[in-house]
């Protein structure tokens, strides 16, 4: 005989079923006055966000509460906004995802249509909304690639003659507050300014290349007679001028629009276009970005509320502006306020798994003020205008519950970036603690690959315990800029652990192309069981800092020297032991090594042309004779192949007499299927362009 639920547990029962939600379904042909399930799904993320408040307000949930995103393409008019009422909890999550098998896309540009010729090597649009509404966009795509907005040079770039600057504004800060620059130029680059009217060519951008920095500014006017070009803003910055010795490009004028992929766009509304070769009307897919961000993830600052457990998985979210300010951009190092697509204020544990971000004017994704426990896993992100990762702040608040920290970003793809800002760098911790940079795939940037601390000197920094680990770091810097590090530390970082990282093909326009580089009072950070290769300036430098510990790393075949360090202090600066340097080009030391205060002991040194080390100027003899590295050796070290960047070692024997460890750095860079590691793998043609930069520049 059946016998009936005791009443309590039937009750436990019932609320049990109702505390679960039902999957929300938004799909491409949704209406979002459907009731949102999969028969009836919504259009969009903001309605579906809307019926996921009511669902809360309506019930508690126990379980993970889901919108499942079908597969498709949707556009995406505005950012979707999270905050507090957006809350999951830690066992019932807002999950917001890609339907198993597919990866929906959310785009945030404009498909640009209705291209005739004007020949077979120009097309042009209009677009009646530049000219009804004044829209304005300064990135597009065609066929899933960056065009490029009109320039000359097409390649490489213009040199200033001299630069000049008169005053208006002095200010109290080091720089002045408002000045005007006259930058003499070559006659040549004055070509396509000539036939300009005032109008035409304050619409023309000139971007500046000077050492770490970019200027981006508005040409105010042109001197044909004095070959100079003029601009206005903030004064030159002492530390970091525009001089002689910079680099610097034109766009946005139409009578540059001479080379296949480039683009301009007349107030008119007509959109010019030169095809890419194999391109064809037919088959064009051209996007113009309307959004500068996908996602705003945003507490209450005021009372200090965080939005809490939500989950973002299998997503795509493709095609995003920027738009420069009307007087520019001043320079900035790493292009610090430049925001991300996806940006989070006041957010704890926000996790984006599985998911891509592409074709972006700024950086990717920004966990930004009082985040913590966030994670970016598995994702791939690329073609950006800036950074792929940025944590934390750039200033610090009075209230230390307000910095960033555990932040995990692991088991990324970030390559090709800084498109629109060339000195951001891929992944950047500012002010930032207890976070982890591990396993990432980063290439092709212009600037420094991942960057930690936000403070120069000795004076307190919030930015400790932070971890770069087996990171695959290469092919940056191109050239454009200096003063660059594969990873780049500042200020006292007690705590941070930067090993097993692979870095290789740094290569700086003129200064600093260094593999390794602890910066401006970097303190207390280990540096463990890396290999570096092929960077120009050195394997390792340091400018200024205290009690580091470089340790149990190869250096090898890097090619101005191996090894530098800059500022002499009174303290210890750094430890240098149980290292592999092994080299075939440069020198060995650059710099003030050999004078600077440090701890150098059991290294092996091999010069393999061969010929015996140069400490400086002192032999291995009486480099020891002074007490530095008293047990290190000079040896071969036995790598597989060096010259294929074969850095295995044959047999142990002679590093063994140094205490050296050997690792296993296959381990860097991302793990899991051959599908995922085969994404991660650097275009060959895209290396084989570097290499034959780097030859180019080293003929010099």
């Not at 007349?266 to 037919?282: A, D, H, M, N, V």
């Amino acid at each position: 005989m059946r016998k009936n639920l005791p009443l309590f547990l039937l009750s436990s029962l019932l609320l049990t079923i109702e505390s679960v939600a039902q999957p929300i379904y938004i799909a491409p042909n949704g209406n979002d006055k459907n009731a949102g399930t999969l028969q009836k799904p919504l259009a969009t993320l903001e309605a579906a966000r809307n019926r996921a408040r009511l669902l809360r307000k309506q019930k508690p949930l126990t379980r993970p509460l889901e919108i499942i995103v079908r597969k498709g393409e949707y556009r995406l008019t505005d950012p979707l906004q999270l905050g507090p009422e957006d809350s999951g909890t830690e066992t019932a999550p807002l999950v917001i995802k890609g339907e198993a098998g597919s990866m929906p896309v959310f785009n945030g540009g404009l498909r640009i249509s209705g291209f005739e010729k004007v020949s077979d090597e120009l097309w042009k649009a209009d677009i009646p909304e530049v000219r009804r509404f004044g829209w304005q966009f300064e990135q597009l795509y065609v066929n899933g690639q960056r065009a490029v907005r009109a320039r000359t040079p097409n390649d490489g770039f213009f040199q200033p003659i001299s630069v000049t600057e008169t005053v208006l504004n002095k200010g109290n800060g080091r720089a002045p507050e408002f000045a005007v620059q006259r930058i003499r130029v070559p006659i040549e680059s004055l070509d396509a300014l000539q036939k300009l009217s005032e109008a035409e060519l304050s619409r023309v951008v000139v971007t500046f290349y000077h050492n770490w920095d970019n200027t981006r500014k508005p040409v105010l006017s042109i001197s044909r007679a004095d070959t100079s070009i003029y601009i206005a803003g903030d004064g030159l910055k002492p530390w970091n001028k525009i001089t002689s010795h910079s680099l610097f490009v034109l766009e946005n004028l139409k009578n540059a629009l001479n080379a296949p992929g480039e683009w301009f766009l007349e107030p008119s509304g007509t959109l010019y276009y030169r095809p890419r070769p194999g391109e064809t009307i037919e088959k064009m897919a051209c996007y113009a970005p309307v959004n500068e961000k996908f996602v705003i993830v945003k507490g209450n600052e005021k009372s200090g509320k965080r939005v809490t457990n939500i989950r973002f998985e299998n997503l795509s979210f493709q095609m995003a502006g920027y738009r420069m300010p009307a007087f520019g951009n001043e320079p900035e190092q790493a292009a610090a306020r430049v925001d991300g697509t996806i940006q989070l204020d006041f957010a704890d544990h926000i996790s984006f798994l599985d998911c891509e971000i592409a074709h972006t004017g700024g950086s990717g994704i920004w966990f930004r003020r009082a985040c913590a426990n966030g994670r970016v896993e598995r994702c791939y992100l690329h073609d950006l205008g800036a950074s792929g990762v940025k944590i934390g702040e750039t200033v610090i608040r009075p209230d230390s519950s307000e910095v960033t920290h555990h932040i995990t970003v692991d088991n990324n793809i970030m390559r090709s970036g800084g498109h629109v800002f060339p000195c951001a760098v891929a992944l950047i911790i500012f002010n930032g603690r207890d976070n982890a940079l591990t396993h990432n795939e980063i290439a092709d940037f212009r600037y420094s690959g991942i960057s930690v601390g936000w403070v120069w000197g000795y004076t307190f920094s919030p930015s400790k315990r932070n971890r770069v680990e087996y990171n695959h770091i290469h092919h940056l810097g191109w050239g454009v800029l200096s003063d660059m590090g594969g990873v780049y530390t500042l200020g006292m970082s007690e705590g941070t652990v930067v090993s097993n990282n692979v870095i290789h093909h740094i290569y700086a326009y003129d200064y600093g192309g260094w593999g390794l580089y602890t910066d401006e009072g970097s303190t207390g950070i280990v540096m463990e069981n890396n290999l570096v290769y092929a960077c120009k300036s050195s394997g390792f430098h340091q400018h200024y800092g205290r009690d580091n510990l470089i340790r149990n790393n190869i250096f090898a075949d890097n090619i101005k020297a191996q090894l530098q360090a800059t500022r002499v202090e009174p303290h210890r600066s750094f430890s240098f032991t149980n290292n592999i340097v092994y080299y075939r080009t440069g020198t060995l030391l650059s710099s003030n090594w050999e004078k600077v205060n440090l701890t150098s002991d059991q290294n092996c040194y091999w010069d393999a042309r061969p010929k015996e080390p140069l400490f400086g100027k002192q032999s291995v003899a009486d480099w020891q004779q002074v007490g530095k590295d008293p047990h290190s050796i000079v040896a071969d070290p036995g790598f597989v192949n060096p010259q294929a960047f074969d850095f295995r070692l044959k047999n142990t024997d002679v590093v063994n007499r140094i205490g050296f460890k050997p690792f296993d750095y296959s381990q860097a860079g991302v793990y899991g299927s051959m599908a995922w590691k085969n994404k991660a793998r650097m275009d060959s043609g895209v290396a084989q362009e570097f290499d034959q930069m780097v030859a180019q520049r080293e003929k010099k």
